[in-house]
């Protein structure tokens, strides 16, 4: 494919700044888990003191949770804190290519499940958007103002798993450690 250059698209990203837009999801990440906070809070105690509950936290808590972590997908990638099996990368380490050509294979399983959930995601957003889906309760939402969070952090995602994949053939490429 000459059409198709790995190179290009990296310096593009990074062109981009994808750490600063990643920080500045996690930072919004941080509001909302302060409002989600605020929310229980305010939910406990007006239970227990006032014998009423905040209506629509539970409406607003549940999908707010999930767009804290879609958010943090990318971010979290980089700085290394997803669960991963490193027994392999941990026998391989300091031996050269064999190291680099592991972590580049255990980057592409993600990115071809994230790939998918961009996609599907996305379809699903569309969906949601076009017929004017709302969530359950009282305080009845748009579903797409939520839904459009998969598609977003799932590309993000992505994004930093291929410029994580371009370091690694860089790194087989030099037979560095």
Known sequence: MAWFNPEKLVSLIRQFRLSTIEDALTAIAMVGIAFMMLI??????????????????????????????????????????????????????GRGRGFHILRFFNLIVPLALFALVTVSGWEVFREAHEGGFMLRGILRMPLAAFVIFVPLGSFLLCLRLIVQMSHEVRQMIRGRS
């Not at 999908?63 to 879609?70: Q, S």
């Open 40 to 93: 229980t809070t305010a939910d406990v105690a007006g239970r227990y003191l006032l014998n009423r509950a905040v209506p629509g936290s539970a409406e607003i808590l549940t999908p707010l949770m999930a767009v804290i972590v879609l958010l943090c997908l990318a971010s979290g990638q980089r700085i290394g804190v997803h669960v991963g099996i490193d027994l392999l990368e941990e026998h391989l380490k």
